[in-house]
């Protein structure tokens, strides 16, 4: 069993729906909760960022991280075609660990 | 890709023959990854390094090694590449007050044939 799951998609959505990310983890030592945003033939760069559980917005995008259920979610609101990308969530334990990857999941926003 | 360098950008190996990946980073963080990327596998950690001179194996080391020349410097090495080698190859640099700076390179595209 991988250490975080993530359904790989794809997702297709209209323009201005809300876009629910999501992807289970399973290691309770995950402190540091990220999202990355990967467009094709590029590398992925950092989205969202969240410590421990609760909520983190900007923009339009908010990032929930519920430690009690390990699982963590990317909402994306009014989303647009430049939104389509590949989403890929991590985890981390903090200090000198590894940073461990979701396989990531394929939107594309269609007009 | 602000402050993390990848050389080279592409290239074309034969089965057997050896290669490394370089990446620098200017942005005085102490952890270095590298990941390779597959179709439908997403990143896979190879192997990654918490401060110079410390290098730990990730999830698909076999076939790979790595030195962290220096605290900017953290290198890939193929000794004999294999086919199953090929892939699209990152690496990445963590730091910052509460590891919220993390930046990846634009990547190494590696044909092993």
């Known amino acids: 069993q991988k250490e975080v799951e993530q359904d790989p998609g794809p997702l297709s959505v209209p323009e201005g729906a809300i876009v629910s990310l999501n992807c289970t983890y399973s290691?309770?030592?995950?402190?540091?909760f990220m999202w990355y945003r990967q467009y094709s033939r590029k590398g992925p760069e950092l989205l969202m960022y969240t410590y421990s559980s609760g909520n983190k917005e900007d923009g339009r995008f908010t990032a929930q991280v519920d430690k009690s259920s390990k699982y963590i979610s990317l909402f994306i609101r009014d989303s647009q075609p430049s939104d389509s990308a590949t989403y890929l969530c991590a985890a981390f334990t903090g200090g000198g660990n590894k940073l461990t990857f979701g396989t990531g999941t394929q939107l594309k926003v269609e007009l | 890709n602000a402050g993390v360098t990848q050389t080279p950008k592409f290239q074309v190996l034969k089965t057997g023959q050896s290669m490394t990946l370089q990446c620098a980073q200017d942005m005085n963080h102490n952890s270095m990854y590298w990941y390779r990327q597959d179709p439908g596998m997403g990143l896979r950690l190879i192997y990654y390094s918490a401060s110079e001179g410390t290098t730990d194996k990730g999830e698909v080391p076999n076939g790979y090694n790595v030195s962290r020349l220096n605290k900017r410097e953290f290198s890939l090495r193929l000794e004999s590449a294999a086919p199953s080698q090929t892939s699209v190859y990152f690496c990445a640099s963590l730091g910052g007050l509460n590891y919220n700076e993390q930046f990846f390179g634009p990547g190494t595209r590696l044909t092993v044939l």
């Open positions: 290691n309770s030592a995950f402190q540091y």
